[in-house]
T-cell receptor, first 116, second 117 residues
């Protein structure tokens, strides 16, 4: 079974500092995709960044970057120059293609607070 | 603007009652999903549909039912068999289920908060 683990339920960061959110996953597949979604207080889900497992280069999107360690099945999100608007719940998610379907499986999420 | 519309935003269910949550999308997406969100539980998949008139159970389908009569619509019914229905329900869609679109992001609606009276 596919599982996604986010072991830290809450984290806090000082504005303008850098924070790293951890995520590990368990799979026997070799071809899959990983995502980080953000859920602000409005509860609207927003895609932050995605990574294709066959690509060794870590994905980056402006202040957001990932550290993808395929052998360790680790997919952490680094937020640089943290802003107040980054305060939200962050979900790590995993998706693969297995025949007729490809479910997106989410971790339990991390609540990030940003201190002014 | 294209997007996903969920209604109502808040819904209250009486004991023994069935309630239906609406989800409509105008993105021309083939795949649609229903997720349930509980505090500390993340998002759990209830049902998903890849094409019209076809749908599959997710991880927590018991007590729920769906239909996919139109590409744009994927309503979720919370039946009286669901004994703990209080949760936040999110509908999502994506371009499809084939291998070429597995990396496509999901588009989410704004959610429905269901509570029991």
């Amino acid at each position: 079974a596919q599982t996604v683990t986010q072991s830290q339920p809450e984290m806090s960061v000082q504005e303008a500092e850098t924070v790293t959110l951890s995520c590990t996953y368990d799979t026997s597949e070799s071809d899959y995709y990983l995502f980080w979604y953000k859920q602000p207080p409005s509860r609207q889900m927003i895609l932050v960044i995605r990574q294709e497992a066959y690509k060794q280069q870590n994905a980056t999107e402006n202040r957001f970057s990932v550290n993808f360690q395929k052998a360790a099945k680790s997919f952490s999100l680094k937020i640089s120059d943290s802003q107040l608007g980054d305060a939200a719940m962050y979900f790590c998610a995993y998706r693969t293609y297995t025949g007729a379907n490809s479910k997106l499986t989410f971790g339990k999420g991390i609540t990030l607070s940003v201190r002014p | 603007d294209g997007g996903i519309t969920q209604s109502p935003k808040y819904l209250f269910r009486k004991e023994g009652q069935n309630v239906t949550l609406s989800c409509e999308q105008n993105l021309n997406h083939d795949a649609m999903y229903w997720y349930r969100q509980d505090p500390g539980q993340g998002l759990r998949l209830i049902y998903y549909s890849q094409i019209v008139n076809d749908f599959q159970k997710g991880d927590i389908a018991e007590g729920y039912s769906v239909s996919r009569e139109k590409k744009e619509s994927f309503p979720l019914t919370v039946t009286s068999a669901q004994k703990n229905p209080t949760a936040f329900y999110l509908c999502a869609s994506s371009k499809g289920q084939g291998r070429a679109v597995v990396n496509e992001k999901l588009f989410f609606g704004s959610g429905t908060q269901l509570s029991v009276l």
